[in-house]
């Protein structure tokens, strides 16, 4: 039954790999739409194909290899702050490739970076309390 598992998330980890490839690089074949802020509705579609969606998979990537390899979240917090980084690094590629530096984006990025400080942080302390 063991094997089955990790050949079950063993595939399904390939599967996002590929879904947040896709995603970064090949964001017009997934239209999602949503409207925030000053964003058209264009410019969120793409957002959300290129940013958002590439960092849930990057997140569910982490957490399938942490259970391959036989480890657990050392704290609470760990989750909230892998979320955070994968989010920050897809956020840093659509700078890099399509995100347009406007206040929002900046905003969110600022709010990003700020939410993986606070998150690294408090992961450190709640880990020396478990120790």
């Given at each position: 039954?063991?094997?089955?598992?990790?050949?079950?998330l063993t595939l399904t980890a390939f599967y996002l790999?590929?879904?947040?490839?896709?995603?970064?690089?090949?964001?017009?074949?997934?239209?999602?739409?949503f409207l925030a802020s000053e964003f058209s509705q264009d410019q969120m579609?793409?957002?959300?194909?290129?940013?958002?969606?590439?960092?849930?998979?990057?997140?569910?990537?982490?957490?399938?290899?942490?259970?391959?390899?036989?480890?657990?979240?050392?704290?609470?917090?760990?989750?909230?702050?892998?979320?955070?980084?994968?989010?920050?690094?897809?956020?840093?590629?659509?700078?890099?490739?399509?995100?347009?530096?406007?206040?929002?984006?900046?905003?969110?990025?600022?709010?990003?970076?700020?939410?993986?400080?606070?998150?690294?942080?408090?992961?450190?302390?709640?880990?020396?309390?478990?120790?």
């Open positions: 039954m063991s094997k089955l598992i990790k050949y079950f790999a590929m879904r947040a490839i896709i995603s970064l690089f090949f964001y017009d074949q997934f239209p999602i739409a579609d793409e957002y959300r194909a290129r940013v958002l969606i590439p960092a849930f998979f990057l997140t569910f990537i982490y957490f399938t290899g942490r259970y391959l390899s036989g480890k657990s979240p050392t704290s609470t917090i760990w989750p909230l702050h892998v979320t955070s980084i994968s989010l920050l690094l897809t956020h840093i590629v659509g700078f890099v490739t399509f995100l347009p530096f406007s206040q929002d984006t900046t905003i969110i990025f600022l709010v990003i970076l700020c939410i993986s400080f606070v998150t690294r942080r408090a992961h450190n302390e709640r880990k020396n309390q478990i120790f």
